[in-house]
């Protein structure tokens, strides 16, 4: 197997990529991993997120609560709120929350 950007020498490291063009800088950013174990989905990628608008009453663990964690990772936002409900918060704050939004 050659390497995937110089195309002439053997690959030896991950990415398809040879030795040299795998150090060379933003040679590496160009290809992304080949490998099964590699982090990919929706919701992976590394940086900071902003906060979602509007905070959730939706019950920790809930079907309500995972679909909104999913829309959340979909628009790249952060998937928690620091007014969102929490177990030790439900009763008091589910209201006040549902009301807010």
């Avoid at 490998?35 to 608008?53: E, I």
């Amino acid at each position: 197997m050659i390497c995937r950007h110089c195309e002439k020498s053997k690959v030896n490291r991950p990415r398809g990529l040879c030795w040299s063009c795998y150090y060379r800088p933003g040679v590496r950013d160009q290809y992304p991993s080949t490998s099964k174990y590699a982090r990919r989905g929706v919701g992976n990628f590394c940086g900071s997120a902003p906060l979602p608008v509007c905070s959730t009453a939706a019950v920790p663990g809930s079907e309500e609560k995972i679909a909104i964690l999913a829309e959340r990772a979909k628009n790249r936002q952060s998937l928690w709120h620091p007014a969102d409900v929490t177990l030790e918060t439900v009763p008091a704050a589910a209201a006040a929350l549902a009301q807010a939004c």
